[in-house]
């Protein structure tokens, strides 16, 4: 079974600086598709980025991006000039396309010191 | 679009009171999916839909826990008695197309809890 792993409960990261958490997962799959969700105290989950597993090249949106090791079945998310809205629990998730269902870690909590 | 719709954002019940959630998902929206946070467990998929239909219903922890979707508009999680083991934040999120794979769109969530 697919099972997604997120080793850091908590990061913290002083405003401004970059920040990487962490994701690894387990599939035996070749094709399939990874997302980092957030969601900050208001509890709203909100998609961050996604990555399709037969592209190599990572996934950008602007101060977010991914490091995508398909062999080492690493996916981790890269935060740049982090700032105070940045602070919320992310999760990272795969899409297993067996059942059409989201794996999901169980959260890092991201702490941004002012 | 207003996004994902959730009623109640709170409830509080007692033990064997009969609760139920209600979720509008995003028009033209094909796959609806109900799931329950908790600190012990975090994120489980209860139930998701596909065109009104449950497809997969292995998530919903127990028969006290049922879900319907009369339409592509309107969804419920129904939960009769509840039980103090419960109280959670529910989630309902929606989707479209290609099997389910692009972005799950979620709604604010209702907590629960259960005296």
């Known amino acids: 079974a697919q099972t997604v792993t997120q080793s850091q409960p908590e990061m913290s990261v002083q405003e401004a600086e970059t920040v990487t958490l962490s994701c690894t997962y387990d599939t035996s799959e070749s094709d399939y598709y990874l997302f980092w969700y957030k969601q900050p105290p208001s509890r709203q989950m909100i998609l961050v980025i996604r990555?399709?597993?037969?592209k190599q090249q990572n996934a950008t949106e602007n101060r977010f991006s991914v490091n995508f090791q398909k062999a080492a079945k690493s996916f981790s998310l890269k935060i740049s000039d982090s700032q105070l809205g940045d602070a919320a629990m992310y999760f990272c998730a795969y899409f297993d396309g067996s059942n059409y269902q989201l794996i999901w870690g169980a959260g890092t909590k991201l702490i941004i010191k002012p | 679009d207003a996004g994902v719709i959730q009623s109640p954002r709170h409830e509080v019940t007692e033990m064997g009171q009969e609760v139920t959630l209600r979720c509008k998902p995003i028009s033209g929206h094909d796959y609806l999916f109900w799931y329950r946070q908790t600190m012990m467990r975090g994120l489980e998929l209860l139930i998701y839909f596909n065109n009104n239909v449950p497809i997969d219903d292995s998530g919903m922890p127990e028969d006290r826990f049922s879900a319907k979707m009369p339409n592509a508009s309107f969804s419920t999680l129904k939960i009769q008695p509840s039980e103090p083991r419960d109280s959670a934040v529910y989630f309902c999120?929606?989707?479209?197309?290609?099997?389910?794979?692009?972005?799950?769109?979620f709604g604010p969530g209702t907590r629960l809890t259960v005296l």
């Open positions: 990555q399709e597993a037969y």
């Open positions: 999120a929606s989707s479209f197309g290609d099997r389910g794979v692009n972005e799950q769109f």
